[in-house]
């Protein structure tokens, strides 16, 4: 298998974890430069097996990964890992649901965009200036104040918001976004799915938007795949996944979607 023209990553795999079989099987998705797909599953469907496949981030000791990754061309499964790193968080980032987990507790936020920075760029550059400039993007503040502060100081929006300036600081082709929004309330969900859609305007970055969220992918994204026992059972662009699901299993997840109804009088 090899990369289609127009696209920006082909995956097609499958992923056996040691003692469990299969969690991918024979998965077939595919994102085109600038586009937002979600991938939508309830939980055990193998969604964050995904991501982390794409990353390289399974422990080849307990999964097995068969098949190909194709982005910008090159299959990521046969890259050394010297070589996967120079991608990883540069021109492929990642981020996860749980923010404040993510975030060293120990280091102030300053460190840790300066260190997300100097892991690519080297100590050259004026760092300060982009990780302000990505922070500034994110909604957050520049100041040398924000800077000093440690996670804790944190609420778990802003958390998030500071995971994914540190996801752009390098201007990454593909984004992606494993439940980002999950541990939110409504009003920060909003929030942060009207920033994805910034960021996807302002740079032009691809995003993968991995959630069991229908409403919320279906509010942000381009494209719609329904994951399903470790399989892609249906893509649709995000309306018609709503108004004609062919799938069955589509068809369950609309049909378990609360609907609201006034209270009675």
């Excluded at 404040?100 to 280091?107: E, Q, W």
């Excluded at 649709?236 to 799938?247: G, L, S, T, W």
Aim: aromatic share 6%.
């Amino acid at each position: 298998m090899t990369a289609e023209s127009g696209e920006l990553l082909r995956a097609r795999v499958s992923v056996d974890y040691e003692g469990r079989g299969a969690v991918l099987r024979d998965l077939d998705l595919r994102v085109a430069p600038g586009e937002i797909v979600g991938l939508a599953g309830q939980s055990g469907s193998g969604k964050s097996t995904l991501a982390l496949a794409l990353m390289g981030l399974l422990d080849p000791r307990r999964a097995a990964v068969r098949g190909a990754i194709h982005f910008r061309g090159r299959d990521l499964l046969t890259l050394p890992e010297r070589e996967f790193r120079s991608l990883r968080g540069k021109e492929i980032a990642f981020v996860l649901q749980s923010a404040l987990a993510s975030l060293n507790p120990a280091m102030r936020i300053g460190a840790q965009l300066r260190e997300a920075w100097e892991v690519h760029r080297g100590r050259g550059g004026d760092w300060k200036a982009e990780a302000g400039a990505a922070l500034e993007a994110v909604s957050l503040p520049r100041d040398d104040a924000f800077f000093r502060r440690f996670p804790k100081d944190l609420s778990v929006g802003m958390a998030q918001r500071v995971l994914i300036a540190m996801a752009v600081l390098h201007r990454p082709a593909l984004l992606i976004a494993d439940e980002p929004t999950s541990a939110l309330d409504v009003i920060t969900q909003a929030e942060i799915l009207k920033l994805f859609r910034g960021l996807n305007a302002a740079y032009g970055t691809a995003v993968l938007f991995i959630t069991h969220d229908l409403p919320s992918a279906a509010s942000l994204c381009h494209r719609i795949a329904v994951l399903h026992e470790g399989r892609i059972v249906e893509t649709a662009a995000a309306p018609e996944i709503f108004e004609r699901p062919r799938h069955p299993y589509t068809k369950r997840l609309i049909e378990a979607l609360p609907r609201w109804e006034p209270a009675p009088a």
